[in-house]
């Protein structure tokens, strides 16, 4: 076997090998329950028939914090149309510094702290942040993204769900 035959072998297997690692087996949303930071009881299984979009972050996450005013254009943009948007605090944070986060940024969708990690264990053992999740209204996850969102594509999945930006 020549050695460009070998190296594209390996590279398949490579590429199949990272992918079976990055995907936790997770197509569906948890069903489980939670309370948001003011301590409401609150189910995923609550928000079926409607867009979610689960993001995981830190009140000590720069590149979170960086994407704050995208949140905040996309619940202003497609809330009132069904999207719901649900910030998974980790573990590692307070609800004091979270509420505060909130507070100063004016944060108007759903906050949970995840004070035990199994919103994160639920969603893969989530450990980055930000890392987010986009569930189609038939609870099937349809995006798993870490690190900062990517804008375009986001409103592209999100109109394909019938969502229009207004």
């Not at 189910?43 to 996450?61: E, H, I, M, R, Y």
């Not at 053992?125 to 930000?130: E, K, S, Y």
Request: hydrophobic share 45%; glycine share 6%; with cysteine.
């Amino acid at each position: 076997m020549n050695r460009h035959a070998l190296f594209a072998i390996t590279l398949v297997v490579g590429l199949f090998a990272i992918n079976w690692f990055n995907h936790n087996g997770q197509d569906t949303m948890p069903t489980m329950s939670f309370n948001d930071i003011d301590h409401k009881p609150l189910s995923f299984d609550q928000f079926k028939g409607k867009p979610v979009l689960v993001t995981f972050w830190a009140t000590d996450c720069p590149g979170c914090i960086a994407e704050i005013p995208e949140l905040l254009q996309l619940h202003e943009t497609y809330a009132k149309q069904g999207l719901t948007m649900i910030a998974v605090a980790l573990a590692h944070d307070t609800p004091k510094h979270i509420k505060a986060m909130r507070s100063e940024r004016k944060l108007p969708y759903i906050i949970t702290w995840d004070k035990d990690s199994t919103i994160a264990q639920a969603f893969g053992n989530v450990r980055v942040t930000p890392t987010h999740f986009l569930i189609d209204p038939s609870g099937e996850i349809v995006m798993r993204k870490i690190g900062g969102l990517n804008p375009v594509r986001l409103h592209a999945m999100l109109h394909n769900m019938g969502l229009e930006e207004s």
